[in-house]
């Protein structure tokens, strides 16, 4: 054997001489899970499910160990959802209570014949004494989802599309779906439903003290109408704005206390 060949057989049986004293693949599996034992004990439980994550990710074949961390894995979320049952349970009573002192400015809606959903109608905004004319309704209904209704009243179609709001040097635009209906005139009706309403509603409150000037358009340059908010409609429309973000914060404190209520009992009928 000649020299080279001498030397590079050295390297190999060294190199392997070096892997065989080194650490298994179980003995980095149970260091991972050690070190997010300690993670978990010291409430770094984001950094520690990112430990057992490689647990399972690089040593998939070390099932002892994948257990371990599997085991860990749900204490991680049983912890998470215990604190995030105790938050939701200190925020949701002072919402709750913000929305019952608002809801006494609105009334309650519901056809049982036809309507899965009834909704809360600021008593400003009542749509019976304004059939005939152009105008903006909202209301919140009470699976807690914010609709707005841009109403146009006419002679003829007009296929109502955009909805543009100004005030103040600024503003927002809004499209919708549209239905129609002709009954002693041209009645159309678009819908703006949850985030578009309640950002629209928004732009109305934060220019309460500004001339608001509602713009809407068809599907022809020519078809268009404008008309201003006066100021009980901005203030009916501002309280349904308020209420909407109520509701909205309080469907999901709701599902998060669902959520983590249900991990809990899953938890314990596991490990109980």
């Not at 995030?84 to 049982?112: M, T």
């Not at 007009?158 to 005030?167: C, G, I, K, N, P």
Request: hydrophobic letters at 35%; glycine letters at 6%; one cysteine or more.
């Amino acid at each position: 054997m000649t020299l080279m060949k001498q030397k590079f057989a050295g390297l190999i049986f060294f190199s392997l001489l070096l892997g065989a004293c080194g650490p298994s693949d179980g003995e980095k599996a149970q260091q991972l899970v050690d070190d997010a034992y300690i993670l978990v004990h010291d409430g770094q439980w984001r950094q520690a499910r990112f430990l057992l994550d490689s647990v399972h990710n690089c040593y998939p074949g070390e099932v002892t160990q994948r257990r371990l961390a599997k085991a860990l894995e749900d204490s991680v979320v049983y912890l998470e959802a215990q604190k995030s049952l105790l938050y939701v349970d200190s925020i949701l009573p002072p919402l709750e209570q913000r929305a019952d002192v608002l809801l006494k400015q609105f009334r309650y809606e519901k056809d049982e014949r036809y309507e899965d959903h009834g909704r809360y109608v600021h008593r400003l905004l009542a749509t019976a004494s304004n059939t005939s004319r152009n105008f903006l309704q909202a209301y919140v209904r009470d699976d807690r989802k914010t609709i707005l209704k841009s109403y146009y009243f006419g002679p003829s179609a007009v296929h109502q599309q955009t909805l543009t709001l100004s005030a103040a040097g600024e503003e927002v635009h809004f499209t919708g779906t549209n239905h129609s209906f002709e009954a002693e005139g041209w009645h159309e009706i678009m819908t703006l439903e949850d985030d578009p309403a309640l950002r629209l509603l928004n732009f109305i409150s934060a220019h309460m003290k500004d001339r608001l000037r509602v713009k809407g358009e068809g599907d022809k340059p020519t078809r268009t109408w404008v008309y201003y908010l006066n100021d009980q409609e901005k203030t009916a429309l501002s309280q349904t704005y308020e209420l909407g973000w109520l509701m909205k914060d309080i469907l999901q404190a709701e599902d998060i206390r669902n959520k983590s209520q249900r991990q809990i009992e899953r938890y314990e009928q596991k490990y109980k």
